[in-house]
């Protein structure tokens, strides 16, 4: 992780750490995901293109599938793109998306426990989906999916390290 520190601040100010981008190997699950979600998408709509004998139900379908995958994978890695991660002093922020920006900041008091999971894709790409469940009941868990499985594991660390040290106090 990156940490900067600026001159100015003391020794008893938390530490600022830079926003990071997923791993570029994420980008195959982001795109892949998405993939997926387009074709479920586009079948629906190429069996009702077809049902009004506007065009014929196989061209409709598959002309559906092509154009649903591809505007998916594409999503995806616009996704993919816009998504980034920070940990520091105070605690964890995650933020993505361009047009609809949306910045979800946890701070390490509510942090209740923390999760790792690694699906098949996961695992073959060395990723992990981090799941940090937060006190509260609206939106009481963040999850963040395509992070390195070395930094998600780190982050796990850290974030219940400090959970443990404002347990102390």
Do not use: N
């Not at 009004?52 to 061209?59: C, E, L, Q, R």
């Not at 598959?62 to 980034?84: E, Y």
């Not at 426990?113 to 009481?140: C, N």
């Amino acid at each position: 992780m990156t940490d900067a520190v600026p001159e100015a601040e003391s020794a008893s100010h938390p530490v600022v750490v830079d926003w990071r981008p997923l791993p570029p190997r994420a980008r195959s699950l982001f795109m892949l995901s998405h993939a997926a979600m387009g074709l479920a998408l586009a079948i629906p709509i190429a069996i009702v293109s077809a049902s009004t004998h506007y065009f014929p139900i196989v061209p409709a379908v598959l002309g559906a599938l092509v154009v649903g995958g591809l505007l998916g994978a594409w999503l995806g890695a616009k996704r993919f793109r816009s998504t980034a991660w920070r940990l520091d002093a105070d605690g964890f922020g995650y933020r993505r998306g361009r047009l609809f920006h949306r910045e979800t900041r946890v701070p390490a008091s509510r942090v209740q426990h923390i999760d790792l999971k690694h699906g098949p894709f996961e695992r073959h790409w060395k990723l992990a989906t981090l799941v940090i469940h937060t006190a509260g009941s609206k939106m009481s868990a963040v999850s963040v999916t395509g992070l390195d499985a070395d930094d998600a594991e780190t982050l796990r660390d850290r974030l219940a390290r400090q959970l443990d040290s404002d347990d102390a106090l």
